[in-house]
């Protein structure tokens, strides 16, 4: 018979074990997945609970997940529109610009290629781009991983002053806000910015190579027709 699921966070946290040996990837999503069923429980217990705050509580949840989705592709379309974009991804696939790992993972971003595109953002936030901070700040949002997202915040405004930035799009990032994040970050995107068939982006770069990296899974790679072909997108 299995136990009954807990009813409060402290006896979720109450039953937790520690797994001895290696985790896998598979191992650390099955994870994810359980903890994310129970909090969305927690949720709902607080909302019968207490139903208008509850109520509250979930549509302010749900409101800040769907935003920082909307936002982030927003964004990633301000990049890929910006008249460098191209220009940094040869740089990129040439040399591992930071910049053009911005913009390549920006592409992945909109082609839902999304542990890819996280694992480009990571190389260019550390190789100094604030907006690759953004962009994860906003990925982690969008999934619900708070801790991870304030741990990106924080560092946008360490890297905002960094040299050689690519920064496309303009932020702003306020601290001590109400909410799981506690703190936002404000873009302004030009009122003229195209947007491009993600299902167009998705076919440039579902002929990319994929490689295996040590430790990182299947991360796809740029090609030097890959500029070309955001080009030829944009002018569409």
Known sequence: MRPPKPRTLDEALGR???????YSRSDREASRRRIAE???????????????AGQRTVQRTVMLHERAGQDLRALCQGVIHD??????ITRFDETRDPGGALAFACLLLLADY??????????AAGGGQAT???????LHLHR???????HWAKQIAV?????CQYAPIAHEVVDAIPGPAGVAVYLDLPDDVGVVSEDAVRDAVDILAVDTLDGFGAIPQPNPALADQLQDLMAH
């Open 83 to 88: 008249d460098e974009a191209a220009r940094r």
């Open 16 to 22: 937790a074990r520690v797994r001895h040996g290696v």
């Open 114 to 123: 999304e542990e890819g595109a996280q694992f480009w953002l990571q190389y």
């Open 144 to 150: 619900g991983d708070w801790r991870d997202a304030r």
């Open 132 to 138: 690759g901070a953004v962009c994860l700040y906003l």
């Open 159 to 163: 890297l905002e002053h960094e040299p």
């Open 38 to 52: 129970q909090l969305r429980e927690l949720g709902w217990v607080q909302a019968l609970a207490d139903p208008a």
